[in-house]
């Protein structure tokens, strides 16, 4: 199964970049889209009715500001969506995290922190991890790899 990482702006690139590197070295399929709940509405439909049969197993949807991208997708399909809020100039990122964190019974998205698109990507894998015995594998590498790292760490 693939990953869809959507974003409302190329701007976003920057920090939902992060999210594809994880996915990429776990060696996961990855779509990535500039995708806009305002600016291209339709795009947003016709992408969250046909995410399904596209084969895509995790949304991951980052936004900054008024960042309806990732509530509107959960609306429109029963895919997991985990949400990544943008930090933005003017409120911090604040703005973001409201915009997708509160979200009604019923539809829900996983809201990660601001900018924390890399969990995203882990988030993702350990979701379809529970699918592929050889994915999990990898994704224990990836634990054991990061703990070893912060032992032998010197400061
Ligand atoms: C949001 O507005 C985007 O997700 C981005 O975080 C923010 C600014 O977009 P640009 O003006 O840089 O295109 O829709």
Same mark, same amino acid.
């Given at each position: 199964?693939?990953v &869809?990482?959507i974003?409302?702006s190329?701007s976003d690139y920057?920090?939902?970049?992060? &999210?594809?590197?994880?996915?990429?070295d #776990?060696?996961? /399929?990855?779509?990535k889209?500039v995708i806009s709940?305002?600016?291209?509405?339709?795009?947003m439909? /016709?992408f &969250?009715?046909s &995410?399904?049969?596209?084969?895509?197993g995790?949304?991951?949807a980052?936004?900054?500001?008024a960042?309806?991208?990732?509530?509107v997708?959960a609306?429109m399909?029963?895919?997991?969506?985990i949400?990544?809020?943008i930090q933005t100039?003017?409120?911090?990122g604040?703005?973001? #995290? #409201?915009s997708?964190?509160?979200?009604p019974g019923g539809i829900?998205?996983?809201t990660m922190?601001i900018?924390g698109?890399?969990?995203?990507?882990l988030?993702a894998?350990?979701?379809?991890?529970?699918?592929d015995?050889?994915l999990?594998?990898?994704?224990?590498?990836?634990?054991?790899?990061?703990?070893?790292?912060?032992? /032998?760490a /010197?400061?």
């Amino acid at each position: 199964m693939k990953v &869809a990482v959507i974003m409302g702006s190329t701007s976003d690139y920057d920090i939902m970049s992060q &999210a594809v590197s994880v996915l990429e070295d #776990l060696g996961i /399929e990855v779509i990535k889209k500039v995708i806009s709940a305002h600016r291209t509405p339709d795009l947003m439909c /016709e992408f &969250a009715k046909s &995410a399904k049969d596209n084969g895509i197993g995790v949304i991951i949807a980052g936004a900054g500001g008024a960042a309806h991208v990732a509530g509107v997708v959960a609306g429109m399909t029963t895919v997991p969506v985990i949400g990544v809020p943008i930090q933005t100039k003017t409120l911090g990122g604040l703005d973001s #995290l #409201l915009s997708i964190v509160q979200m009604p019974g019923g539809i829900p998205v996983a809201t990660m922190a601001i900018n924390g698109a890399k969990n995203a990507g882990l988030f993702a894998a350990q979701i379809l991890a529970l699918g592929d015995s050889s994915l999990a594998l990898r994704l224990e590498e990836f634990r054991q790899a990061q703990t070893r790292k912060v032992l /032998e760490a /010197e400061i």
